[in-house]
């Protein structure tokens, strides 16, 4: 079994910045599984937003955060963190952390998924 707990989120202004952490733990778990977010604004659907390769050399991000957000993980803590600058309105969702044994943009490819964390954006 695997547990994912998202920390962070909160209320910020457009412009703003603000970091999502979430920390990993549970048997099941393997410090080689890619990690991830995706976020569900209010009536769309999940999108992907970001994921690291195990060993945190690759990195991938959705064309809507590239330049704006940072990915970065340490193995040693089984944590990964989600760095968002240049907040906008249109960031505002439900930041979900995941995991899984493919690195990819696919939510199909992550077994674990956290509970999820607000972020509201105000404009």
């Known amino acids: 079994q695997v547990q994912l707990v998202e920390s962070g989120g909160g209320l910020v202004q457009a412009g703003g910045s603000l970091r999502l952490s979430c920390a990993a733990s549970?048997?099941?778990?393997?410090?080689?599984?890619?990690m991830g977010w995706f976020r569900q604004a209010p009536g769309k659907e999940r999108e992907f937003v970001t994921a690291v390769s195990g060993d945190g050399s690759n990195t991938m991000f959705a064309d809507s955060v590239k330049g704006r957000f940072t990915i970065s993980r340490d193995n040693a803590k089984n944590t990964v963190v989600l760095q968002m600058n240049s907040l906008k309105p249109e960031d505002t969702a439900v930041y979900y952390c995941?995991?899984?044994?493919?690195?990819?943009?696919?939510?199909?490819?992550?077994?674990?998924w956290g509970q999820g964390t607000q972020l509201t954006v105000s404009s």
């Open positions: 995941v995991a899984g044994n493919r690195w990819t943009a696919r939510e199909k490819d992550y077994n674990y």
């Open positions: 549970g048997r099941a778990f393997r410090n080689y599984y890619a």
